[in-house]
């Protein structure tokens, strides 16, 4: 059995910080679940290019407002507490924050754990482990 709490995570290498958001990685590739998981924090008033073309995954809105656009069609939806959304097509899209927003993602394959976004929004197939 594996049991963390969030806050151990946060406060360890687990915690991943960029420009828009960050990340702790709870379930990571060498917990050997098939997948991994993560609570990220988007922050507000960003906007954030991601492009997912070598993992799919699914995001759970906890709290905070934004909207995600894809942009192979220009649509826009609207994010809020209680939202799902999966990117299940390797969707490339836009990830605005109008107010900070805590998030609960899942990721297929499953992060290394130092993965960040790359020039084009992407994250390496298989990422430098923590």
């Not at 609207?78 to 999966?86: D, Q």
Request: net charge negative; aromatic share 10%.
């Amino acid at each position: 059995m594996i049991v963390r709490t969030l806050e151990d995570c946060e406060n360890s290498p687990r915690r991943i910080v960029a420009q828009n958001w960050e990340s702790t990685r709870m379930l990571l590739k060498d917990d050997n679940m098939g997948f991994s998981f993560h609570i990220t924090t988007i922050y507000a008033n960003t906007e954030t290019h991601i492009w997912y073309q070598n993992h799919l995954e699914s995001v759970y809105c906890i709290s905070g407002e934004g909207e995600i656009e894809t942009l192979a069609d220009g649509k826009v939806y609207p994010i809020k507490p209680g939202t799902l959304y999966v990117l299940d097509q390797h969707d490339e899209h836009l990830l605005r924050g109008f107010s900070e927003m805590k998030m609960a993602c899942v990721f297929n394959p499953p992060l290394s754990g130092k993965e960040t976004h790359d020039e084009n929004g992407v994250y390496p197939v298989d990422g430098e482990p923590l």
